[in-house]
């Protein structure tokens, strides 16, 4: 991605910065909310409404009698209080939060730049937007995976879900790099060196997720 204006350049550089930081504490988030064992605590996908948490007893009490009806609870946290039920809440919450406030923290700049811009010349970004949009989806689909006939959802679906992140992730520092003035020579190495390299990580990623699966 090439910009000329270097005013421009600096705001996009700075958000794209900022995007990747949040996209990783994302990505931590996530991996607790796998490690507690909570990302079933939240049972249905409400885009705008599920915004807002629970405001008093009546309405954790609705949270956690759906929760009650799924296989996690039934075979495995049957003797779970709604105290207990709070704690996995929370983490679920804050990941599902996260990830709309990715999206908005996308979105927004994202169209002030293409009026600016135009859209030609941040193509790249946009296939960023849809990814994000994309992994909002998977997320769900991951999560219906363990609401029927198990108490954990699909470990193929958590991977999918998870090399993702780390693609979206890849992408959008990429993108930062390719505005700064970085110069580097790769004349005496291989170029399938680097790529060879990155498909293990993700391969190591993938296989990760399997093992938590």
């Known amino acids: 991605m090439y910009i000329e204006n270097k005013g421009l350049k600096k705001y996009i550089s700075l958000w794209l910065i900022s995007m990747f930081w949040i996209i990783a504490i994302m990505i931590i988030v996530g991996g607790l909310t796998r490690l507690t064992d909570s990302g079933l605590s939240i049972t249905q996908w409400q885009l705008f ?8 007893e009546i309405q954790w009490y609705q949270y956690f009698d759906l929760y009650k009806k799924i296989p996690e609870y039934k075979l ?7 105290e207990e039920f709070k704690a996995i809440f929370w983490w679920e919450f804050i990941h599902r939060l996260l990830g709309r406030l990715i999206g908005i923290l996308y ?9 600016k811009l135009g859209l030609k010349n941040i193509l790249s970004l946009y296939l960023i937007f849809i990814l994000i949009c994309f ?6 689909y991951m999560v219906s995976s363990g609401l029927v006939d198990r108490v954990d959802v699909s470990h193929y679906r958590l991977s999918l879900h ?4 780390f693609i979206i992730l890849s992408l959008v520092f990429w993108n930062y790099l390719s505005l700064q003035n970085i110069y580097l020579s790769f004349k005496k190495i291989n170029k399938k060196i680097p790529i060879i390299f990155m498909l293990i990580i993700f391969l190591q990623i993938c296989i990760g997720a399997f093992v938590s699966g």
């Open 107 to 115: 979105f927004v700049p994202l169209i002030y730049f293409t009026f």
């Open 76 to 82: 495995q946290n049957y003797s779970m209080t709604l």
């Open 162 to 165: 998870l090399v993702l992140a």
């Open 135 to 140: 992994q909002g989806f998977i997320g769900w």
């Open 49 to 56: 409404s599920g915004i807002f948490p629970p405001f008093n």
